[in-house]
T-cell receptor, first 113, second 114 residues
Framework: GQQLNQSPQSMFIQEGEDVSMNCTSS?????WLWYKQEPGEGPVLLIA?????ELTSNGRLTAQFGITRKDSFLNISASIPSDVGIYFC?????????????FGQGTILTVHP | ETGVTQSPTHLIKTRGQQVTLRCSSQ?????VSWYQQALGQGPQFIFQYYREEENGRGNFPPRFSGLQFPNYSSELNVNALELDDSALYLCASSQRDSLSYEQYFGPGTRLTVT
């Protein structure tokens, strides 16, 4: 089955630093989504990517859909304490698997003020 | 615009019992997907409901079942609860007829099986 490997598993950074995380797959995905989850809450959609090579920004967040369609990257610039949380990548293949998002294991981000 | 809501927030059940979790989709959305999130893991797809029918299922046994109602809300039922069913259960709504595959999640129901 489809597997997503997300790295790093955790990051401890100082406020103001930039953050990079990535997600790789053994299979091709047609859509990549990035979510953030805070304690006691459901995942919140940050960015959606639909085309290989696509680069999309949402404020200080920038994500890219890898050209091989097997990977995606998320960057956070000038981190702030409220960026703390777990970041998940999720891939969607489509076709008969409509609706099934495959999630990575998550990257735990801690920001020290 | 009303977001995805789930009830109850928390639930404690005994092994062997049955449980029903509820989800109201975001306004304008016609599809509901259910996910199980174990502690420290990413969400795992259980199944999706569209037009009141199951439309796609993950690697979960038949004791996990669901319903979708005409107002697009949905229920997840789990029979014969096992200790490993303890998890956060998330529902996500989406608009299937659009070109977007974005799914929007509710806050989840925390199920503890003792």
């Amino acid at each position: 089955g489809q597997q997503l490997n997300q790295s790093p598993q955790s990051m401890f950074i100082q406020e103001g630093e930039d953050v990079s995380m990535n997600c790789t797959s053994s299979s091709i995905f047609n859509t990549w989504l990035w979510y953030k989850q805070e304690p006691g809450e459901g995942p919140v959609l940050l960015i959606a990517l639909y085309k290989a090579g696509e680069l999309t920004s949402n404020g200080r967040l920038t994500a890219q859909f890898g050209i091989t369609r097997k990977d995606s990257f998320l960057n956070i610039s000038a981190s702030i304490p409220s960026d703390v949380g777990i970041y998940f990548c999720a891939g969607f293949f489509g076709g008969t698997s409509y609706g099934k998002l495959t999630f990575g294991q998550g990257t735990i981000l801690t920001v020290h003020p | 615009e009303t977001g995805v809501t789930q009830s109850p927030t928390h639930l404690i059940k005994t092994r062997g019992q049955q449980v029903t979790l509820r989800c109201s989709s975001q306004s304008g959305h016609n599809t509901v997907s259910w996910y199980q999130q174990a502690l420290g893991q990413g969400p795992q797809f259980i199944f999706q409901y569209y037009r009141e029918e199951e439309n796609g299922r993950g690697n979960f046994p038949p004791r996990f079942s669901g319903l979708q109602f005409p107002n697009y809300s949905s229920e997840l039922n789990v029979n014969a609860l096992e200790l490993d069913d303890s998890a956060l259960y998330l529902c996500a709504s989406s608009q299937r007829d659009s070109l977007s595959y974005e799914q929007y999640f509710g806050p989840g129901t925390r199920l503890t099986v003792t």
